[in-house]
């Protein structure tokens, strides 16, 4: 039997459908799992994904692509196959893609998390597991190294480095990814008993829009602009693109303190290079245990690894007996994750 995906230069085929998966070259037909810039492109003929991803694809390759989309676990023909969306756990209408031909069934992961407890996520639809012949995983964080402690404990701590940023005076600048990180932020930051108010960024306040649209209800926040006036703003909490680190832009919030979430905070040396004051383990992406977890309840016999640490997690699944491989992809970490 054919395989039923497959790498080519522009990216994962499936030819029984005549589709891609979140390709890196200019397709006819691109499926796409979610609407970070290294799985959402420019450039495609036509495209499909998770309705509530829409509006952040718009966003990012233009008002007037051809998009249809798809609720979680409706059915659609294409070709010789039966397609479906399944929650990753990602950002707003992330999506797993089950693609299911003549009784087999294979799941492409896209980027997905896992939830633990205390691990909720406001923002968006929780991880479901699909059970499946072969199972194509996202490996950003597959080494044992990477455990995330319960979510709502790393928001503790940032709610307590912001209260001491304010009893000295500062702003706390809280950078991370402006898609999925920021929300998640904003939605576990901005709650009754703050330390002072939330600002975000105006890259932050166009995506929080768009995930309003799709009826996540944020809570509300000022954006910043060239008339916030930040010397009547002591002890605000200001969330932005890791971009503004040591900008003009980053100076005229005045005295603050910078900190910055990432699951790369995990490590010493990413810590020491970002040269913030504070790093918060605080990630989008499951950790090891998490991948574990999605791979063991997909009951998939055979696992294909992509973007990450591949070879590390393929000779740990080859050891327990399945069969692993992995796909070179041109997926990236979306800058940090």
Sequence with gaps: ??????????GLYCEAGGFYIDPWLPVDRAVITHAHADHCREGHGAYLAHKDAEGLMRLRVGQHMPLQGLAYGETLRLGEVNLSLHPAGHVLGSAQVRVEH???????SGDYFVSGTGDANASCAPFEPVRCDVFITEATFALPIY???????VLAEMRAWWADCAA???????????LGKAQRLVAGLATAGAPGPVLVHGAVARLNEAYRAAGVALPDVETVTPDTNFKALRGALVIAPPA?????????????????????MRLRGA????????GFVFSD???WPGLL???????????????GDEGTLVRYLTELGLQAEAFTTEFGDEGDT
């Excluded at 680190?245 to 790369?264: E, I, N, T, Y």
């Excluded at 999605?294 to 973007?307: D, S, Y």
């Design 147 to 153: 455990r995330w402690a319960p979510q709502t404990e």
């Design 293 to 307: 977890s999605a791979i063991r309840a997909t009951g998939a016999g055979r696992v294909i690894v992509t973007h």
């Design 244 to 264: 503004v680190q040591d900008s003009r832009w980053a100076k005229d919030l005045g005295p603050h303190s910078d900190a910055f979430a990432s699951g790369w």
């Design 1 to 10: 039997m054919a395989e039923l995906i497959t790498r080519r230069a522009e």
């Design 285 to 287: 992406h499951a950790d």
């Design 102 to 108: 003549r009784g087999e069934v294979w799941v492409v």
């Design 271 to 278: 810590r020491r290079r970002r040269s913030v004051d504070r």
């Design 168 to 178: 000295q005076g500062k702003q706390a600048l809280l950078m991370g990814y402006s």
